[in-house]
């Protein structure tokens, strides 16, 4: 173990990791240099079911557009608000192949959710499209996705929910345009998949929650008892 540690620690002064948020040096075994670890916009007050970050520390319970009408999924769990780096890391990550990015997030991911009580039975990454997955030649949602299964001991299955039809890119969208872009969008090659299951959805941001409540509604369709939905950032 000390051997260990010392490589690590050698291997860190001859090569130094860089952040990828700012490009400065991390320091010893750390993944951030230590000013973008302190500007993390981590999430502390959101609404339980939808995750929609609250302004003030003392606002409680549901938002008002679930209370009006509830969402398909049980409960949401964002770990950071979309903000600076929180956003460069993201697009880095679906659109620049830092792969790494996934695997340091989704380790984060899966040490927020450790301290939560309520486990699922099935992790389900949203899926992409054949022609966008072929394009990118990953799936980010599933590359997170990875580290959180294997860290909460929770089978991962990315092969029953397929995306049916290669959507428009919803940004600039209406929350309502978002709604028709991905209706008919989900769909499970075996709909005995999730029958009376707890499955949790992962995927990299949320924002309006269409993409995850139009993939909850397929999951509910086919018997799932919940489906909660775990992300790695809340616009």
């Known amino acids: 173990m000390l051997l260990n540690k010392w490589l690590i620690n050698i291997q860190d002064w001859l090569l130094p990791r860089l952040c990828p948020a700012c490009g400065d040096p991390t320091g010893p075994g750390r993944k951030l240099c230590p000013g973008c670890e302190r500007s993390l916009p981590v999430l502390h007050f959101a609404c339980p079911r939808c995750a929609i970050p609250y302004e003030h520390p003392d606002t409680q319970g549901e938002c008002g557009a679930c209370q009006k009408q509830a969402p398909a999924f049980t409960r949401a769990v964002a770990l950071y608000r979309y903000a600076p780096p929180v956003d460069h ?6 659109f ?22 309520s486990r699922p039975e099935l992790i389900i990454p949203v899926p992409l499209h054949g022609a966008r997955l072929r394009e990118r030649g990953y799936n980010q949602a599933l590359e997170i996705a990875r580290p959180v299964a294997r860290a909460l001991g929770i089978p991962l299955d990315f092969r029953s929910l397929v995306r049916m039809r290669a959507t428009a890119p919803q940004t600039g969208m209406t929350v309502a345009a978002r709604r028709r872009n991905l209706r008919g969008a989900f769909a499970l090659r075996d709909d005995t998949a999730v029958r009376n299951l707890r499955v949790a959805l992962v ?12 993939a909850a509604k397929c999951l509910r369709a086919a018997g799932a008892k919940e489906v909660d939905i775990w992300v790695i950032a809340r616009a």
């Open 203 to 214: 995927d990299d941001v949320m924002t309006t929650g269409s993409t995850v409540q139009a």
């Open 96 to 117: 620049q192949q830092q792969l790494g990015l996934a695997h340091l997030l989704g380790e984060r991911l899966a040490q927020r959710l450790m301290r939560g009580t």
């Open 89 to 94: 890391f993201i697009r880095a990550l679906k």
